[in-house]
């Protein structure tokens, strides 16, 4: 575990900063079981770095590294088209000042190219990531939502259907339905072993201190207690 997180006194955290705390624990937590359990420890299958601190030093902004086949476009020939596979995939977390309560959903957004049903491809909310966070509540923690993203990665999770909670991209739904599936496209080995970047970000490391210095004072820890839950 990332010896900075023991530095934390969790009994003289309040509120937010308690859940924020507890959020970056479980995390890590589960990014060094993954780097454990990897082939090559530096190109986990889940690695993070830390965008932001607040000004009690805990992380408000993520950055995540996935490390799975994933669909990332499809190919520009007529239809049926066959998807194009990627392999490195990065995604920005964003906890907003009201979070965890029942209206501070925290925001997901891919970096780089994802094709998938749930996920916005393109326009102005590009990369945008439907986690359907009403049903499942403030108690989700971030270690569960950041592993009910990589089942979408893996194509295991996705909601195609112009039903309720519908499709973040209806692009990508429509080509689910009636090219991907017919072919069996969404059935892709995820647990193959393929190529991935050869350079990989710092593992469960932080941005250099000079970065996380200038974030320390766009936020200030705030204790919500309407509607938290801890």
């Not at 992380?59 to 194009?84: A, C, F, N, Q």
């Not at 009910?148 to 739904?173: G, I, M």
Request: glycine share 4%; charged share 25%.
């Amino acid at each position: 575990m990332n010896s900075i997180i023991n530095n934390f006194n969790q009994k003289e955290l309040s509120g937010r900063d308690a859940r924020l705390w507890q959020e970056w624990k479980e995390l890590d937590t589960l990014c060094n079981k993954r780097r454990e359990a990897s082939a090559n420890p530096r190109q986990p299958s889940i690695s993070y770095i830390i965008r932001k601190k607040n000004a009690m030093g805990i992380p408000t902004e993520y950055e995540i590294w996935y490390r799975v086949k994933s669909i990332v476009g499809v190919k520009d020939t007529p239809v049926p088209r066959e998807p194009i596979f990627g392999y490195l995939h990065k995604m920005s977390i964003v906890l907003p000042n009201n979070y965890p309560s029942a209206d501070g959903n925290p925001i997901f957004t891919f970096i780089t190219n994802i094709w998938h049903p749930n996920i916005r491809y393109s326009g102005s909310f590009k990369g945008h990531v439907c986690l359907t966070i009403k049903e499942m509540g403030v108690l989700a923690s971030l270690k569960d939502l950041v592993l009910r993203v990589e089942r979408y990665l893996k194509y295991q999770l996705y909601h195609a259907e112009n039903t309720y909670p519908y499709p973040e991209d209806q692009n990508v739904a429509e080509w689910v339905r009636e090219e991907a599936e017919p072919n069996g496209w969404t059935r892709f080995g995820q647990n193959t072993t393929e190529p991935v970047a050869p350079t990989p970000p710092p593992v469960n490391n932080e941005i250099t201190p000079k970065v996380v210095q200038a974030n320390k004072k766009e936020e200030k820890p705030i204790n919500i207690k309407k509607k938290l839950v801890i």
